[in-house]
């Protein structure tokens, strides 16, 4: 589930910086995301950041983090340009980056 971020003070600042940067597309709003590993993916968007749990991976079942940033974009992606839910597209870019995780190779 989301919630406004109380976090680091850091990730906060930066989250809030760079969704104040200037676009050429003002059609929406800038978005920043910002994943953390197993800590909460910041959203910053329209003056706020929300938070959204990851999903805990047991330790044991981590075989190579390598890719899961990719991972996470594309399951993202999948949602945010079908204009689902933000809630939805953090969801299925932690579901993919979940499933990349437990294999080697980034397969």
Known sequence: SAR?????WLSLS???????MPKK???RPRTVIFTQGSAP????????VTEYEVPCVPSSEIVDTNGAGDAFVGGFMS?????LPMEKAVAAGNYAA??????????
């Open 98 to 107: 979940g499933v990349v995780i437990r294999r080697s190779g980034c397969t």
């Open 79 to 83: 949602q945010y340009m079908q204009a």
């Open 41 to 48: 993916v910041l959203v910053a968007a329209e003056g706020k």
């Open 14 to 20: 930066f989250s809030f910086t760079f969704a104040a």
């Open 4 to 8: 406004v971020s109380s976090g680091p």
């Open 25 to 27: 597309n003002s059609a």
